[in-house]
C-alpha cells in the first residue's frame, strides 16, 4: 500500500510541474543549425542550451551564420577594445570582422564585454543588422517591438528584451531569421546567406 501512495505521489508531482513543450523545439532547432555548422557544441559535443549566450561566443556564431569563419579568424585587428587580453585574443579577428561588417558594437566605454551575457535586445539588434534594419537598430527603444512585428520572437515566449539570453532560445531567433525576408528584398535571409533550410 505504501508503495502505491509513493508512486501515485511522484505521479502527482509529475503531472503539477509545468511542461515546456518549446524546449523540444529549441533542441530540435538547434540540432539543425548544428547539422548547418552554425552552432557547434563543447568539446563533448553539447550545445548547452541552458547556458547563457556569451557576447564572444555569439560573434562567433554569427559568423558562422555569414559562412565567413575562415574570413573572421584571421582577420586583422584593427578594433583595440579595452577588455581585449592574452586569455581573450582567440576572439579578437572575429570581433574585429564584426565591427568592420557593422554587425556588433562594443557595449560602451570602449569595452566588447567579454564574458558578459548577451541580453535579448542586444541580440535582436545583431538580427536586425544582420536583415538589412541598419536604421531600425539605432532605435534602441523600439528594438524590441521591431523584432517582434517582423517576427523574431516567434516561438521565444516569457523573455524581457532585458533578459539574458540562452543558446536555446538564441538557436530559435537565428532561425526565425533566416525565415524572414531581408529589409528591401523578396529574398529571405537563408536565400541571401544561401543557408539550406
Do not use: C
Not at 564574458?115 to 538589412?132: E, N, P
Request: hydrophobic share 40%.
Amino acid at each position: 500500500m505504501k508503495k502505491l501512495v509513493a508512486l501515485f505521489m511522484i505521479f502527482s508531482l509529475f503531472l503539477s510541474m509545468p511542461f515546456n513543450a518549446g524546449y523540444a523545439d529549441n533542441v530540435k532547432i538547434a540540432e539543425k543549425l548544428n547539422k548547418l555548422g552554425i552552432l557547434t557544441g563543447d568539446g563533448n559535443g553539447n550545445l548547452n542550451l541552458d547556458d547563457d549566450l556569451k557576447r564572444q561566443d555569439m560573434v562567433v556564431i554569427i559568423s558562422r551564420l555569414h559562412k565567413e569563419e575562415n574570413t573572421a579568424k584571421s582577420y586583422p585587428v584593427v578594433n583595440k577594445f579595452d577588455d581585449f587580453t592574452q586569455e581573450n585574443s582567440y576572439y579578437q579577428s572575429y570581433i574585429s570582422w564584426a565591427v568592420n561588417k557593422k554587425l556588433i558594437e562594443g557595449v560602451g566605454n570602449n569595452k566588447f564585454g567579454f564574458d558578459d551575457a548577451v541580453t535579448v535586445k542586444q541580440f535582436q539588434t545583431v538580427l536586425l543588422r544582420a536583415l538589412g534594419y541598419t536604421e531600425e537598430a539605432k532605435l534602441s527603444d523600439s528594438i524590441p517591438d521591431i523584432a517582434k512585428k517582423i517576427g523574431l520572437m516567434e516561438g521565444v515566449s516569457g523573455l524581457s528584451y532585458k533578459d539574458n539570453l540562452t543558446r536555446g532560445d538564441m538557436a530559435v531567433m537565428i532561425y526565425n531569421a533566416l525565415n524572414i525576408r531581408a529589409k528591401g528584398s523578396p529574398l529571405k535571409l537563408s536565400e541571401i546567406l544561401k543557408v539550406d533550410l
